[in-house]
């Protein structure tokens, strides 16, 4: 059983049902003859679709990538190399993806932008991020949509309109809003968007990167001239048609998902509370599909173990992408929203998707129940 | 990454609680990371053997490993052969990676706790 | 019918049987529960193999990115930017592949390095390399293993020995020379190769970056840190996995495989012979998956659609990547050569693959004879 | 990209090749994109009527299927026939793309010689 969504979703049925046709159609999609046309024509159908998921007038304004990661990069050093001559001021939260957050600091400490990373708290005082803005007379201001570790969700239509009010670049990493917040980039003043496709039920391999002036910022991969020149390199034409299948089911079901991630959630939290269960959220204001939970009675790395070896069930301590960093480094989001050592070493994070079913989540309880009978009897404080 | 006993005594304790009649009590632990083990002994008349072990323990999955493989070693042994199991004791926890190595010094606290038996006695 | 493999491969057999079970394997390989970590073991597999393939003896020498035009670029800004400080000059050929050329041209407008780009003729002519490597200073070598127009094979082994007699960083472009040329990074001298996946009958999606020295670049993409740094960004498992069936498929079948070239382009040859099918090749030191080939009576562009819309037999001109470009553009390589611009308008490239058979080489040859019958009464001069 | 007309004709190209008995003979290029078309024509007694028509050509596929449906279109009319086809002469390609436009002008100066009949008598 898998309840580590965030890190990345199962693939759709439809998906693997296809995937050797779009296999087998393997033409380059920048060859003349007809096939390569047609594998085009259909690269194409998908950029409408995402333009249509994420309100985007013109499709030529989304950029596939090989994922956020990458999206991410050319964003935030598309814009400093486009715009090198200026003196930049770079805005962030403090618990962005490393994606976001590396990449910033790597601009900083090569001497190349002045960076500042608010704490999530910080961010969400309209008032003082209007003053921080103002005052570091930001060029470029990156707040994500869903937090990867706590599901924390950000208000990005008050920060995009403040955004524009200072005329400052506004890049928002969507990855765990995608399916999960209803997303319009044009209302919501943005400037860059970015998501990857294996977190909404699409194989690993494509991402997105939606530019409201395409000319804002310069390539990050120059060559063969695809994607207008903006993303260079043959296109992955497997994970971008897998990612089309997964937005038009997001499109078609956008509202029947998140009530179903409201009914995994409210079902687990009330099956805790049946059994008696001890557990505090380390966050309230989240969405209803990312848990960032904490047992007071074991610390998460052993619940997670003790859940994959016993019980065939997955959750996560911190995001994947934490997991390749020294141990005392992936502590930083739960760290920069207050929470002490012996709480944040407590945390693990569950995460529903799609393919989540009731009975998998009774089960996955019924596992914790178990280490609660076995460990519960340490008097925790 | 974990050996079969580490996680065969993670996933099933034994010996986990706490006894209503009991001779030794004593607790130990490891600030750094925050591992922690309780410990009740009840001895037998003589005071050479331990009749019985019950621990309550919070940590990361091979310090309860730890705990239980310590108890069920334990229990039931005279001093004498518990004394024996001490001088071996790197060998109880079977292969460990370097991160888990801080497990060997919590399993020889157990040991030294238990044999100065007479420092805790109640 | 395809003959348009140095475009893109079509997908090993096994690759196709495989890809369903390879998508359901979804965990995110940095996932620190048990499939997670299995992901992780197998995509260190296919590093074991890579390193095999192309004679490095430290598999953490290879990095995994998203195609060949991530890792040249990786290669060639990740070197400036490691050494910013320096004064760079880049010799390159002109004839490089757009991610190469097009990359070094964008740092070199920037100022940021200057670069002198050869004519293959004088890339050949070692001692007039060497007298350049050496008035210009250079820094960095950039030489591709084998042309994707022409099929050209560049003199890696003596470049790479001046190379490092200079001490220039040496970058060898292998996306057309693996499976056709034998490769060992060491005994070549290389400090970086690249490679596409989808070149050598695997997916798109996966490519390899080899790096003698991990730490002689500055990594293109930041975040979670995967591929120890190197290339962050979750791993596209699925691309990574049938690249490696590819290498493993490459490793077995060598000689094999080049047999078969041979026997591909012999067969070509003596048909066309045969029909009284006029015809010269451009090249005649070239790798015999590719041809590049002109018939004096038709266009490159009329014969590749002719082809297309009566015989359903696909053959390109120029490489794919040429054809976002515009018309005039897609000359350099040929042109570079010394070729005129009517040569250069007849021309086609006709690639083979593994999946070649000779009974579809016969048919394109009838396919041109059709032509030549249709069309070779022109005077043609 | 193509329409079916110019994929038929260009595919299948009719009256391809030379008369050995022929009235006209003319020849025209595009020096810029190298497209050339040789015209033989045979006309009847009165010299009012086109009898036969062959050609040979080089170039695009669009030129090459101009040429083809050109001599479809004038083989076996009267030159006031070929005018009234010369007054629409851009329907006849059917649709195209910017790219093939430039077979306008060619299958245009087609018709011009042709009609310019004497200027090319041998
Ligand atoms: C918020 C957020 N941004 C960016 C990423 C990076 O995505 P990817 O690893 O697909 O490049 C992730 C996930 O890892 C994420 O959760
Ligand atoms: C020689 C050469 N280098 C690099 C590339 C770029 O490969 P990709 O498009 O897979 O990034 C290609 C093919 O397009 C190539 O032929």
Redesign the interface.
Known sequence: M?F?NA?????LAE??EE??AY??G???P????????SVKDKINQVRADVALLIGASNPENIIFT?????S??TAIKGFY?KWSELNHHYITTSVE???VL??I??LAT?GKIKATYLPPATVCDLEELNFQIAKKKATFLSVMMVNNETGQKFPIQEIGEMAAQHNCFFHVDATQGISKVKVNVEDLNIDALTF?G?KIFA???AGVLYLKDTLSIEP???????E??LR????????ILAMGVAVRYILKYEDKINQHYKACKDYFISMLNQYNIPFHLNEKDAVNSILSIRFP???G??L???L???HNI????G???????K?NDNKTVLGAMGFS??EI?KTVRISFGVHTKMKDIKLLVLGIKNVFS??G????S | M?SDKI?AH????RN???LDDFDVEFELGNPAC?D?V?VQLKLSKDGKTVEDIRY??????TS?ATASIFSSCIKEKSLDEIRGFREKYPELLGELEP?QMHCLDILKELFDKTLNLNQHVL
């Open positions: 898998y580590d890190a990345t979703t199962p693939v998906i693997l995937a050797e296999l087998l393997f033409a380059n920048s060859s003349k003859y007809n096939i390569g046309q090989s994922g956020a990661t990458e991410n990069n190399e993806h490393p994606s590396k990449t600091e790597n090569r990857s294996h194989p690993k391999g990050l991969l120059h060559g063969g001239g695809q207008r020149g260079c390199g043959t296109e992955n034409v497997f994970a009675f074991i610390k790395d052993a997670m173990e003790f994959d070896f016993k997955m959750i996560s301590t995001s994947a992408c934490g997991s390749n960093k141990s050592e012996s070493r076995l460990y009897q340490y008097e925790y | 974990y996680i993670f996933t099933a304790p986990v609680g706490s925050d922690r309780q309550k323990a919070y940590g990361c999955a309860l991160k």
